[in-house]
């Protein structure tokens, strides 16, 4: 089973950058897809972006396209979430998951193992 761990989160004004990373062990990370996710307070848990295995192909949410770039470095089990152009609502706890067979991106019930979550939170 991999684990997963995100890093990165923390408070920027709107318009600023940060970069996320989601640190996996245990098996074999080339093996599973991964997803980014996002909660906000009062809200429910929301799709950001996807990568396959390989890293040839990525997926977003409407809400961040343009502005959000998913990435993997297999060799170093890590996958990253360039964010720029932040806005307030951006503002929420962001969680890596990762899934052997992810059918729909967008449906959590795919993702088999979840990180624990970083917060980030961008000022007005």
């Known amino acids: 089973q991999v684990q997963l761990v995100e890093s990165g989160g923390g408070l920027v004004q709107a318009g600023g950058s940060l970069r996320l990373s989601c640190a996996a062990s245990?098996?074999?990370?080339?093996?599973?897809?991964v997803g980014w996710f996002r909660q906000a307070p009062g809200k429910e848990r929301e799709f950001v972006a996807y990568?396959?295995?390989?890293?040839?192909?990525?997926y977003y949410s409407d809400s961040v396209k343009g502005r959000f770039t998913i990435s993997r470095d297999n060799a170093r089990n890590t996958v990253s979430l360039q964010m720029n152009s932040l806005k307030p609502e951006d503002t929420a706890v962001y969680y890596c998951?990762?899934?052997?067979?992810?059918?729909?991106?967008?449906?959590?019930?795919?993702?088999?193992?979840w990180g624990q979550g970083t917060q980030v939170t961008i000022s007005s």
């Open positions: 990568i396959t295995r390989s890293g040839g192909s990525t």
């Open positions: 998951a990762s899934g052997a067979r992810v059918s729909l991106v967008a449906r959590r019930s795919d993702y088999d193992v």
């Open positions: 245990g098996r074999t990370f080339s093996l599973y897809a």
